[in-house]
């Protein structure tokens, strides 16, 4: 079983990979990190993955399309609870959303 910095370092790859991806969901609150993208250009399949705080525990799902859109509707519900200020749309965003994973050692 990894321990929290190899899941960190793990996921900072996965949360790159949904940047650089299109179109892709990212956000994070104090609970967790999410993330939702397709795999490759054909879009056939998506990685949905998720970091926990403080545990550090990293879940990774390789999906469907039709299911991915069902997790986004999931996500997009809880929105209310976190505000949609947890959306992230900006680089500098980005940033500290990736900072936050050296906190996991």
Same mark, same amino acid.
């Given at each position: 079983?990894?321990?929290?910095?190899?899941?960190?370092?793990?996921?900072?790859?996965?949360?790159?990979?949904a940047?650089?991806?299109?179109?892709?969901f990212?956000?994070?609150?104090e609970?967790?990190?999410?993330?939702?993208y397709?795999s490759d250009?054909?879009?056939?399949?998506?990685?949905e993955?998720?970091?926990?705080?403080?545990d550090?525990?990293?879940?990774?799902?390789e999906?469907?399309?039709?299911?991915?859109? /069902?997790? =986004?509707? %999931?996500?997009?519900?809880? #929105?209310? !609870?976190?505000?949609?200020?947890t959306?992230v749309?900006?680089? /500098?965003? =980005?940033? %500290?959303?990736?900072?936050? #994973?050296? !906190?996991?050692?």
């Amino acid at each position: 079983m990894a321990n929290k910095a190899e899941n960190a370092k793990a996921f900072g790859v996965l949360l790159a990979e949904a940047w650089e991806n299109t179109p892709s969901f990212i956000c994070s609150n104090e609970d967790y990190i999410y993330c939702l993208y397709p795999s490759d250009d054909t879009k056939a399949k998506w990685v949905e993955a998720s970091l926990t705080f403080p545990d550090g525990s990293l879940d990774k799902k390789e999906i469907d399309p039709i299911k991915a859109i /069902a997790l =986004l509707v %999931e996500e997009l519900k809880v #929105l209310p !609870t976190y505000g949609a200020d947890t959306i992230v749309t900006t680089k /500098a965003q =980005l940033d %500290e959303v990736a900072s936050r #994973l050296g !906190t996991l050692k």
